[in-house]
């Protein structure tokens, strides 16, 4: 068992974003013109939670390995929960050349010369304090777009891509003005993992909320109820991979990005710098099956900071955007998501040569059961102590089924009641409804006979009637 690492994450001043976005008119409007950004910011992230995931993190084979399977953060899936799409274009390729305040001024419906007074330098980079830009946002005379693209860019500035303390940097601005932020949202998570995992230690920099997201989307809704009041690492541990929410919405995708240029997998540039991921690894999550061991699994080191970049390696990433590789789903079978016997094998394999961070919960297998299998006792008074609990546990669960079968006959009987009673007020209904249509057809009766008295009288008896003579009658 490998030992836990500690990790930090930085702390962002939701209350003041989470103000603002209060004031965003149509919410529907904001989304198709920023994404789910305010999904985002209103995630209410347990950290607890992503610091237990992180300790899975594989740095050879860019994903989290767990005791018989794996998860992969991948494009498909961060651009479904960002609600943005991957631009056919070449995504952000690190610090370099700034955007001049006037095309800034225009993103944000702001003067160019309130944008190039407000530009500053924090600790050799450039950008806006968050504060100038709440300020601006909030002022009465602010005009609804101009509120929403600050607002948008306050979150890639604070959450998407955090860097400096209460701090929008250039490169978040530049991103947000690229309107493709995917590519170095999934770059900045693997890169700063990636790091921290090597270092043991430091501050994730990444968006955390993204990640987060990420994970539950896979987890069952069990793990959350949490009825044994087991920990994260636990629970994370018990985990089966039938317990696995496999298919999520970034399953439907049509094209899935499987590589680009001469690299095997997929380059990604982040805000400091680049490292690559293996989507082969991610195949299960697109509902197609695992047989094996990926083919075109690269474990090369490709990794690196933009301050120490090996020359070249930065460009041959950014030329490789030129040439991305996308598969259909067409072309890659029949959606079933199962793992088959030897990839599963092989997953348990790469879990105990890398070691798992904390004690196992369950017996693994690469035929894996339905049902979870328990770890047996280590010494007999345990096993002892074991099966008391085992019996006592058994009493349990069958007071509550003679108390389930009692409740469900009590039920039964008051169904029977209530259908006993139901039956006898249609009979009365019916006797009603028989009674009431006869004496409808009587006083409709009564009704026509009065009608003809009322007649006779009128036009015999009435003294203003235009006839004198006397009623004749007829002998036979």
């Known amino acids: 068992m490998k030992k836990t ?13 989470r103000e603002l976005a209060l004031k965003v008119k149509s919410q529907t409007g904001f989304r198709l013109r920023y994404g789910g950004l305010l999904t985002l910011l209103r995630t209410d992230v347990d950290e607890k939670l992503v610091h237990t995931l992180v300790q899975f993190y594989d740095p ?41 305040p006037l095309v800034i001024a225009k993103d944000l419906y702001l003067k160019t010369s309130d944008v190039s007074n407000h530009l500053i330098t ?30 948008a860019l306050l979150i890639y500035g604070l959450i998407l891509f955090p860097n400096l303390d209460s701090f929008v940097d250039m490169n978040a601005i530049e991103i947000f003005h690229s309107k493709n932020p995917v590519p170095t949202l999934l770059a900045d998570t693997y890169h700063t993992i990636h790091d921290r995992t090597l270092k043991g230690r430091g501050y994730i920099l990444c968006c955390i909320s993204l990640l987060y997201r990420w994970f539950i989307s896979h987890l069952p809704s069990s793990f959350h109820d949490n009825s044994e009041n087991w920990s994260y690492s636990q629970r994370i541990m018990a985990l089966t991979p039938n317990e696995v929410v496999w298919i999520t919405p970034a399953a439907q995708d049509k094209e899935i990005i499987m590589g680009c240029g001469d690299f095997l997998n997929v380059p990604l540039l982040g805000t400091r710098g680049g490292i690559n991921y293996n989507p082969e690894l991610a195949m299960r999550q697109f509902g197609f099956p695992m047989k094996s061991k ?3 699994l690269a474990t090369s080191p490709e990794f690196f900071f933009y301050t120490n970049a090996p020359t070249g390696q930065r460009k041959a990433f950014t ?41 196992a919960m369950r017996y693994v297998s690469s035929s894996t059961p339905s049902m979870p299998l328990p770890l047996l006792p280590a010494t007999q008074d345990m096993y002892q102590e074991h099966l008391a609990m085992e019996s006592r546990e058994k009493q349990v669960w069958k007071a509550r089924y003679n108390q389930a079968e009692n409740l469900i006959m009590t039920l039964d009987g008051r169904d029977e009641q209530k259908t006993h009673e139901n039956l006898m007020l249609k009979k009365e209904l019916a006797k009603a409804r028989r009674e009431l249509e006869e004496k409808d057809e009587l006083l409709m009766r009564d009704s026509k006979r009065a009608r003809r008295r009322r007649d006779f009288f009128a036009r015999y008896c009435d003294p203003d009637s235009e006839s004198d003579d006397p009623p004749t009658t007829s002998y036979a």
Not at 134 to 151: F, G, K, P, V
Not at 335 to 341: I, L, N, P, T
Request: charged letters at 25%; one cysteine or more; glycine letters at 6%.
């Open 5 to 17: 690492k500690c990790y930090k994450f930085k702390e962002v001043d939701l209350v003041s974003l």
């Open 60 to 100: 050879s084979f860019r994903c989290f390995t767990f005791p018989d399977f794996q998860l992969v953060p991948t494009l498909e899936a961060y651009s479904n929960l960002v609600g943005l799409p991957i631009a056919e274009k070449t995504p952000f390729t690190g610090p370099g050349t700034s955007l001049t």
């Open 122 to 151: 924090k600790s050799h980079i450039r950008g806006f304090t968050s504060k100038y830009l709440l300020d601006q946002a909030n002022l009465s005379t602010t005009r609804q777009d101009t509120l929403e693209a600050i607002l």
């Open 294 to 296: 990926p083919i075109n």
């Open 319 to 359: 030329d490789a955007w030129s040439k991305v590789r996308r598969k259909s789903v067409k072309h890659l079978g029949v959606r079933s998501g199962v793992a088959h016997e030897a990839y599963t094998q092989w997953v348990i394999d790469r879990a105990e040569e890398i070691g798992m961070p904390y004690p």
